[in-house]
């Protein structure tokens, strides 16, 4: 892995369930407006909300641009005015079907896989060291098991842990996507300074 890389990709995902806007696309879309500093190169892409598809576009982000960072935003439909910040992904217990009606082989991610992957990136400290107008923040090591979880622990595996997931609540009058956009920008520029105080 090129650990010289200065591209992270951030990802949302599209439509799911009544949420034809979906706020994850929406405020990783404001954050691309924004950018993350001009030392680097930011690449956005939307994840369809289906188990292979999601899996199969995370397994090319790190083979193909081997970025330093690989940040997936997903909605949580329950948080209300609330940013979650996952710390580790799960390999086991996908019981729930997709909207193409696919469940997982045995319910799990990767066959040969550990039960559970932590990303590099420590939430705890993450969350002590910053606060984002508007929006609480909180950490949670239960990313739900559904796409959300899956995507993530995929990515925690083939990136080596390199990966980080943050679930946004849907969009509201309170909550827009400029204020998720915001508070993205805000949070990966904070998980930025993890990677670099980490060197080689």
């Not at 200065?6 to 995902?13: A, K, L, Q, Y």
């Not at 500093?37 to 930011?42: A, F, K």
């Not at 039960?115 to 590099?120: A, N, W």
């Amino acid at each position: 892995m090129d650990s010289d890389s200065n591209t992270v990709v951030v990802t949302g995902f599209g439509p799911f369930r009544q949420y034809l806007v979906n706020s994850s696309w929406e405020a990783v879309k404001e954050l691309s407006k924004r950018g993350l500093g001009e030392n680097i190169d930011l690449r956005i892409m939307q994840l369809p909300a289906v188990y292979q598809k999601a899996k199969e576009q995370v397994f090319k982000i790190w083979t193909t641009l081997q970025p330093l960072l690989t940040v997936h935003v997903g909605l949580a439909s329950s948080a209300k005015a609330l940013i979650i910040l996952e710390q580790c992904g799960k390999n086991k217990g996908y019981q729930e079907m997709d909207g193409c009606g696919f469940r997982p082989e045995g319910g799990c991610c990767m066959l040969d896989g550990p039960e559970k992957i932590e990303s590099t990136i420590n939430m705890k400290t993450l969350w002590k060291n910053i606060s984002v107008e508007g929006i609480d923040i909180i950490f949670s090591r239960d990313a739900g098991r559904y796409i959300c979880d899956y995507t993530y622990y995929t990515s925690l595996y083939y990136g080596n842990g390199r990966a980080a997931f943050i679930h946004v609540p849907p969009l509201s009058n309170s909550v827009t996507a400029e204020l998720l956009g915001k508070a993205l920008q805000t949070i990966i520029l904070e998980m930025l300074k993890q990677c670099g105080e980490e060197g080689e």
